[in-house]
């Protein structure tokens, strides 16, 4: 049946199926992690029922820190996203996001049939003659800004087919995506496109993925550090998406730094956001403490975003990796980030006091938005 996440179950969205080649693969296939996770609802009583029922009774915070983060965070995607209460909220969220955070292993990366190159750009526009001229009217509004040094032209990824399956005796979920490299001033124009379409034609677009829209994809990342304090940051005024917006963790888009032995790789990606926002670079046989939970469609501007969460206390880190909140900000302020100036502040909570305070979840609701 339909997903709320615009795709289906074993189906492929248009321009052809995923490539099948095994050799294609991303080159992450980590273990499964063994996390026997009650559902969210069980382990929350104030959570939303799926009937919309709320039972009596709030779990105490004695009661939540005596449970693991990864457990924590689960509960608080559904309390964010309110996944289990309606579905009018300013995201989409792929109902079966609790595999994924069971396990992280079932992604898959490829290119779309006929983008290999390094040279195949994707750049389809739409046939309507008034969305066309809109889209050439802002793309020369958007190449004036690369000219005048505001905006950076750069060889982006773009999502261009998805797909979930199950595989094993187990009958796990996986994520199959295959994407398409762009520009970032087409990227820009398309949204303009697309936010000029009506409330009725966008949500026509939100069934099955189009790729005509679908001209970016990225990558979200919720960080505990070891002493179980969750990081917000502030984005910076001078990002072109969501300057000054509050939100937990970092977004990043993917590019072409991103292509790892000609594949995308989700797993860099995230690693790269890790270390140009918040200075902490970590090395890739750490990558499997990247634990991803969601794929995340916003609504207003048609962007697909991997999310993910990260435990500093996960003793798949080095030693030195297992950071304090104190010792992170530490690398964020000394200018280990490259892109700092991304992210204009970053603060710490204790992640129950945030778990508790419906006010600060409402303050940080963006988080996944502005890859």
């Given at each position: 049946g339909e997903s709320s996440s615009g795709f289906e179950e074993g189906q492929d969205v248009p321009l052809g199926d995923v490539r099948s080649d095994p050799g294609a693969i991303g080159r992450h296939n980590f273990?499964?992690?063994?996390?026997?996770v009650p559902s969210p609802a069980a382990l929350n009583p104030s959570l939303p029922s799926r009937a919309g029922q709320t039972?009596?009774?709030?779990?105490?915070?004695?009661?939540?820190?005596?449970?693991?983060?990864?457990?924590?965070?689960?509960?608080?995607?559904?309390?964010v996203f309110q996944v289990r209460a309606h579905r009018n909220g300013?995201?989409?969220?792929?109902?079966?996001?609790?595999?994924?955070?069971?396990?992280?292993?079932?992604?898959?990366?490829?290119?779309?049939?006929?983008?290999?190159?390094?040279?195949?750009?994707?750049?389809?526009?739409?046939?309507?003659?008034?969305?066309?001229?809109?889209?050439?009217?802002?793309?020369?509004?958007?190449?004036?800004?690369?000219?005048?040094?505001?905006?950076?032209?750069?060889?982006?990824l773009a999502l261009h087919n998805l797909k979930?399956?199950?595989?094993?005796?187990?009958?796990?979920?996986?994520?199959?995506?295959?994407?398409?490299?762009t520009t970032y001033v087409h990227h820009c124009a398309m949204q303009d496109v697309f936010r000029s379409l009506s409330k009725d034609?966008?949500?026509?677009?939100?069934k099955v993925l189009d790729p005509m829209y679908?001209?970016?994809?990225?990558?979200?990342?919720?960080?505990?550090?070891?002493?179980?304090?969750?990081?917000?940051t502030t984005r910076g005024p001078m990002v072109k998406e969501k300057p000054n917006q509050d939100m937990m963790g970092m977004s990043e888009g993917m590019n072409h730094m991103d292509v790892v032995n000609g594949i995308?790789?989700?797993?860099?990606?995230?690693?790269?956001?890790?270390?140009?926002?918040?200075?902490?670079?970590?090395?890739?046989?750490?990558?499997?403490?990247?634990?991803?939970?969601?794929?995340?469609?916003?609504?207003?501007?048609?962007e697909y975003g991997l999310a993910a969460y990260l435990d500093l206390a996960d003793p798949l880190l080095h030693d030195d990796h297992r950071l304090t909140a104190s010792r992170l900000y530490d690398c964020w302020s000394t200018g280990r980030a490259k892109d700092k100036f991304e992210l204009s502040n970053v603060a710490f909570v204790p992640l129950v006091e945030f778990m508790l305070d419906q006010n600060a979840q409402r303050h940080s609701y963006m988080t996944f938005e502005g890859h």
């Open positions: 273990p499964a992690q063994n996390h026997s039972p009596a009774g709030k779990p105490t915070a004695d009661q939540l820190n005596a449970l693991p983060v990864y457990t924590l965070l689960r509960m608080l995607a559904d309390q300013p995201w989409i969220v792929n109902d079966r996001y609790d595999s994924f955070y069971e396990c992280p292993v079932g992604l898959e990366c490829h290119w779309a049939p006929g983008f290999e190159s390094d040279t195949a750009l994707w750049e389809k526009v739409p046939d309507d003659p008034a969305l066309k001229l809109l889209y050439e009217e802002s793309f020369k509004k958007w190449t004036a800004e690369v000219a005048a040094g505001n905006i950076y032209q750069n060889t982006t979930i399956t199950r595989y094993g005796p187990e009958e796990k979920h996986k994520l199959i995506m295959s994407f398409a490299r034609e966008q949500l026509a677009h939100e679908s001209t970016s994809i990225g990558v979200n990342l919720i960080v505990v550090t070891s002493d179980r304090q969750l990081t917000l995308p790789d989700v797993y860099y990606a995230i690693h790269r956001g890790l270390g140009e926002e918040l200075g902490l670079w970590l090395t890739a046989e750490e990558f499997p403490a990247f634990k991803f939970f969601a794929m995340i469609l916003t609504r207003d501007s048609y």
